[in-house]
């Protein structure tokens, strides 16, 4: 807590060095952020893209109707 009103109290401000040390590590940050999420989300879109190509596959020949017990409609899985 002291070292937060020490903050507040000091007026002798930060030089434009210390700034762009600051602006630097945030850039960095936010660059391993943005990187790992693009993984994850590139990652989830695949695996989506892969599930509906699998149910694709099953696809239900023309003819098949929901609601029999034709093996050609697709499960709740899909």
Same mark, same amino acid.
């Given at each position: 807590?002291?070292?937060?009103? /020490?903050?507040? !109290?000091?007026?002798? *401000? &930060?030089?434009?060095?210390?700034?762009?040390?600051?602006?630097?590590?945030?850039?960095? @940050?936010?660059?391993a952020a943005a990187l790992a999420l693009?993984? /994850?989300?590139? !990652?989830?879109?695949? *695996? &989506?893209?892969?599930?509906?190509?699998?149910?694709?596959?099953?696809?239900?020949?023309? @003819?098949?109707?929901?609601?029999?017990?034709?093996?050609?409609?697709?499960?709740?899985?899909?």
């Open positions: 807590m002291a070292f937060i009103k /020490n903050f507040i !109290a000091d007026e002798s *401000g &930060a030089s434009a060095a210390e700034y762009a040390l600051i602006i630097a590590i945030v850039g960095v @940050g936010i660059g693009g993984n /994850n989300v590139t !990652a989830a879109i695949g *695996g &989506a893209a892969n599930d509906v190509h699998n149910c694709n596959d099953k696809k239900a020949p023309s @003819g098949a109707t929901a609601g029999t017990s034709s093996p050609y409609v697709a499960s709740a899985t899909c």
